[in-house]
């Protein structure tokens, strides 16, 4: 990335605005000796700004820069001596939203140790497989999943939210060196679909993911932001990142409430909000505040925003809403603005300074703008393969996100949906989220999922689920009319299926398989 742009970039933003000497030397020495993992981001924040607030969580802990650091250190120290943690071990992390969350990682981060973030939905058989696959020798859990681990071996050491606190409280004094290796995130993927794989996050080798997001994303230092995205998932820990380089005072809450979320929001007067796409729908679900937040940024990512999502929201809460579409495996590939939302609601915007993205055929040659192809991206921090061994199809340094897609004339970029979702129908592909996109338009539907189904004639047909608002109802056949009026026949779903909501993972994902078994 080019140092003027960085520069420029970094200048807007409130980065290089001057400080005291001696906390700007402290500052660059921290991220020298450091680096640019969450140890070092929270370092060089400590640095520069000891005394700002760097968490407030709802149970009443609000730690400064400097107080979040201390504390991290000393768990760093008392999970060395302890359990004699070496660098390149692995210890796993299964925990909501809040402070303790974030001192488990930097600690492990201090030791050049490996964390592993749990998702907090996985059901206990996928824990026991984590555990195994993962090779953990600490898990650090919150209280209320101590139940669902009563599958895993007894000779794993587990650190509840007490066992925590007093090894904090009784860490023994002493110094930590930069390790001898960087410290490891591992993601898990989703998992909607199966078993979770692990997937190795890079360690960012300076300023450029930073300014790729910050650039398109007008997030400035110390704004005060509210992470509603699960710190497990991708986007949650992208937002955590950022926050820590912009010195940011954040915000948690250890589950996601709508109306708590838009009070917390007003209370902490935060400039930002990080969620996924179904946080956003459940906000619009209930009154807005009066008065209402002070936004300037609502960014999401993590699944396609439902048709008409985004207008509403901003014709509600103003023109803020940002959408990122990337995944665990290439972090990010394009991002829309209010602008590029209002234009086209359901784009997934540009590529940022510094990512390619590519629209390939089945053999990785380009196609023509405007047809549908399997979306490739490369950047700065491609993930560095699955923890097994296995790896994504690469061509000309793109990882392959498993998705199908199309660039527009305009250079906008629209997501058309999983490959492995796309279905045949009679011979003709079908995705999926066109349809969806339409039936959540309908103002009686608050939420949808279509998926493909056996069918002894076609192959495959249409099935929709459909979650309707509360007192209201539709007729099956009405339905189909509509789908029938905008759409091709075989975009038409011949089922339709109204439940009391779509069942989803912690990030919001539908989970279709769950889905299915209503045709077992």
Not at 234 to 255: M, S
Not at 316 to 335: F, K, M, P, R
Not at 440 to 450: F, G, K, M, S, T
Request: net charge neutral.
């Amino acid at each position: 990335m080019d140092l003027p742009f960085v520069v420029a970039t970094l200048t807007r933003r409130g980065l290089l605005t001057p400080g005291r000497p001696i906390r700007v030397a402290s500052q660059l020495g921290a991220l020298r000796r450091w680096g640019w993992s969450l140890a070092g981001e929270l370092r060089q924040a400590a640095a520069r700004d000891p005394g700002r607030t760097a968490v407030i969580d709802e149970q009443g802990a609000e730690l400064t820069y400097g107080h979040l650091l201390d504390r991290s250190e000393a768990l760093a120290r008392a999970l060395r001596a302890a359990y004699g943690l070496h660098a390149g071990e692995r210890i796993g992390v299964l925990c909501r939203n809040h402070h303790g969350l974030i001192e488990t990682i930097v600690a492990a981060t201090l030791l050049g140790v490996d964390a592993v973030l749990v998702n907090t939905g996985l059901s206990a058989a996928q824990l026991a497989t984590v555990a195994e696959e993962q090779r953990l020798r600490v898990l650090v859990h919150d209280d209320e999943f101590a139940e669902r681990l009563l599958g895993l071996p007894d000779e794993l050491p587990r650190l509840d939210e007490r066992a925590r606190e007093e090894l904090i409280a009784n860490a023994l004094p002493g110094s930590l060196r930069p390790p001898e290796r960087d410290g490891r995130i591992i993601v898990l993927t989703s998992g909607t679909t199966g078993a979770p794989k692990g997937a190795r996050r890079p360690t960012p080798n300076g300023f450029g993911p930073l300014v790729a997001i910050i650039d398109r994303i007008p997030l400035h230092t110390r704004d005060r932001v509210l992470i509603a995205a699960p710190i497990f998932h991708t986007w949650g820990f992208a937002a955590l990142q950022v926050c820590f380089a912009l010195r940011a005072t954040i915000v948690l809450h250890r589950r996601f409430d709508p109306a708590a979320t838009l009070a917390a929001l007003v209370t902490h007067r935060c400039d930002a909000l990080f969620a996924v796409p179904v946080m956003v729908q459940r906000l619009m679900e209930v009154p807005p505040p009066d008065p209402k937040p002070r936004l300037k940024v609502v960014a999401v990512s993590g699944s396609a925003l439902p048709g008409g999502l985004a207008t509403a929201f901003m014709d509600t809460y103003g023109d803020v809403l940002y959408n990122l579409y990337g995944s665990t495996e290439v972090s990010w590939a394009s991002i829309a603005g209010p602008a590029e939302l209002r234009a086209a609601p359901t784009t997934a915007g540009r590529p940022p300074h510094g990512t390619r993205v590519a629209i390939l055929d089945e053999v990785g040659d380009p196609v023509p703008r405007g047809q549908v192809g399997r979306i490739f991206v490369g950047n700065e921090m491609l993930f560095e393969g699955y923890t097994s061994g296995a790896d994504r199809e690469r061509h000309d340094g793109l990882v392959d996100t498993g998705d199908l897609g199309r660039m527009n004339t305009d250079g906008l970029l629209f997501v058309d949906g999983r490959a492995d979702d796309m279905i045949v129908s009679g011979g003709e592909n079908v995705f999926p989220s066109e349809v969806e996109h339409l039936l959540a338009q309908l103002p009686q539907i608050r939420e949808a999922a279509v998926i493909g189904v056996p069918d002894a004639e076609y192959g495959q047909r249409l099935a929709a689920f459909l979650a309707l608002h509360p007192g209201e109802t539709l007729d099956p056949d009405a339905v189909r009319e509509y789908v029938r009026h905008y759409l091709a026949r075989f975009s038409v779903p011949r089922d339709v299926v109204f439940v009391k909501y779509l069942p989803r993972n912690a990030t919001g994902k539908v989970l279709t398989r769950e889905l299915r078994r209503y045709y077992d």
